[in-house]
């Protein structure tokens, strides 16, 4: 894209010579050369006058349309009111119960604009109070904010316009887990306070309350055939049905709950299976399989032996077939040594994180590579500490690793023990470069380490630690500009995928409680 920027000091001088020069003339050579060119005392003011004005229009259109776009922009997309094309979207919230959606230049690692005659940029008309998760569909020009402070609403934002486009409903509780997939025909979430799995259903305008005791995770693929929840402390797995006209008197068998109860639309049903504390599911690329994360052993499981990840074809579990007598439908169990609470894949491996129980009482954080080829896990690789929510692929082929609370796993113990490896780095970020084998190299970002004092996080939270940034609690790749941005602590951190260096944040802190972050202008869904 190109820049167009206010015109260096040296750029004015040929301006200000002529008009020195023409000023500085006496009268007398004024006077003859008024035979030749005809340059009256008026002309000569007019004429100093027009190189003035021009230098105060040339500053002057430079100052104006900063940030370029390209004639045809990419998809089509409309130019924001902000004029940015390279977005970061940060949910912040100030005291819990009052927040915002403010707009980052992630191009230029900036708050506000180049000339800095606006001070930010933010979604307008959005209200609520803890924006905690952004779901991001660049693809589709929009996003879904969720926010977990009462009423509990889900808010549509309009990337075009950056305003917020009203609310998609609220689910009367905290939601511990929420699924949308990219045609946004219907939202599911897991209210574990009210023991309820919400569907709202936006053809129909309605929502269903579905009774699941303890619900507290959710995943639905990108065809919004299949809806799988998870309860907390339990081996089950479920998923969603929707009834069709013919069979509103007739609930399916095993039922959990359907509503509404005299004319059901949606129930919830059991999949037979043997599984180890559910945790959630990722989908094949071809739409044949899901991936079933059982968290074993970190979740309170690990007696069945089932952790690491069930692969189930989609196909029994569509939501619009009932169920009917048929024997478990997982294909094959995937043993995960420790289990597993996130995962991502690619055409060629699935890559999931999790943390095994140690000797001494503590856990530590691991990556697995499953090739898709063989479905053989590769060695367990050491990654960091904490409940693993955030994985991520970027440039440089690398993938990022984000986890919560890390500050009170195996790492955290070396470090207390004394340790000065990377080992007892305890934050929260694990950047991996990819080399095409099941053990790839990792690196804890930031490279710090509490017993060398020379080597400190370069930019503090407030809270000024200078070993332990917090929990990761959101992670979005800037595709091709070799970045990604984080929620990291409460602020913002953004790091080179080349070296996983960090990007000065000065210029991009902002004020509040930064709960999480979303690339808008990303070319794909999946930079988030």
């Known amino acids: 894209m190109a820049e167009h920027f ?20 006496p009268a007398s050579w004024v006077s003859s050369a008024r035979q030749h060119i005809k340059v009256s005392a008026t002309a000569r003011g007019l004429l100093l006058g027009l190189l003035t004005t021009s230098a105060v229009v040339g500053m002057a259109a430079c100052s104006h349309n900063v940030y ?38 992630g191009l230029r690692d900036l708050r506000n604009n180049i000339q800095n005659t606006v001070q930010g940029y933010s979604i307008s008309g959005f209200a609520g109070g803890a924006p905690s ?100 402390n339990a081996d089950t797995l479920y998923r969603v049905v929707k009834l069709t006209n013919t069979q509103v008197t007739t609930p399916p068998p095993g039922a959990i709950d359907c509503q509404p109860n005299l004319l059901p639309v949606y129930c919830v049903v059991p999949v037979p299976g043997k599984f180890d504390r559910p945790y959630g599911a990722i989908f094949s690329l071809d739409g044949a399989n899901a991936y079933v ?104 082929n690398t993938l990022w690793v984000g986890s919560q609370s890390c500050a009170n796993g195996q790492r955290a113990a070396l470090a207390a023990a004394g340790n000065t490896t990377q080992a007892a780095n305890y934050n929260c970020l694990t950047r991996v470069a990819l080399n095409g084998t099941t053990a790839p190299a990792v690196s804890i970002v930031p490279a710090v380490n509490q017993n060398v004092p020379a080597v400190q996080v370069p930019y503090p939270n407030t809270d000024q630690n200078h070993y332990y940034y917090g929990s990761l609690t959101g992670l979005c790749w800037i595709q091709g500009f070799n970045k990604v941005y984080t929620a990291y602590g409460g602020q913002i951190h953004a790091f080179r995928t080349g070296d996983g260096s960090e990007i000065n944040n000065v210029n991009i802190t902002v004020q509040g409680t930064v709960l999480d972050v979303a690339y808008m202008d990303a070319l794909t869904n999946t930079a988030n």
């Open 6 to 25: 206010l015109p260096p000091h040296s750029s004015l001088e040929p301006f200000k010579l002529i008009i020195r020069s023409l000023s500085a003339r």
């Open 68 to 105: 370029q776009f390209p004639e045809h922009t990419f998809a089509g997309r409309p130019v924001p009111p902000s004029s940015l094309g390279e977005r970061v979207l940060v949910g912040v919230t100030f005291n819990g119960s009052s927040g915002g959606l403010v707009i980052l230049d």
């Open 133 to 232: 998760q952004i779901l991001n569909f660049p693809e589709q020009l929009r996003g879904y904010v969720y926010s977990n402070a009462s009423p509990y609403p889900i808010s549509i934002v309009n990337y075009s316009t950056e305003s917020s486009s009203g609310s998609a409903g609220s689910f009367g509780g905290a939601a511990n887990g929420i699924a949308i997939s990219p045609d946004f025909a219907r939202i599911f979430a897991a209210v574990e306070t009210s023991g309820q799995l919400v569907v709202i259903d936006q053809q129909l305008g309605q929502s269903y309350a579905l009774n699941l005791p303890n619900v507290y995770k959710v995943a639905s693929n990108t065809g919004d055939t299949v809806a799988l929840a998870m309860v907390r």
């Open 293 to 396: 994360l059982n968290c074993g052993q970190e979740c309170g499981g690990g007696s069945n032996g089932g952790a690491g990840i069930s692969v189930i074809p989609q196909a029994p579990l569509q939501i619009n077939l009932l169920p009917t007598n048929y024997p478990p439908v997982v294909s094959q169990t995937i043993s995960v040594p420790g289990g597993v609470t996130a995962a991502i894949l690619d055409s060629s491996n699935i890559y999931t994180s999790g943390q095994k129980l140690q000797p001494n009482g503590l856990y530590a954080g691991f990556l697995t590579v499953i090739p898709l080829s063989t479905l053989v896990p590769g060695a367990p690789v050491s990654i960091s500490d904490g409940s693993h929510s955030k994985m991520l692929f970027a440039d440089d």
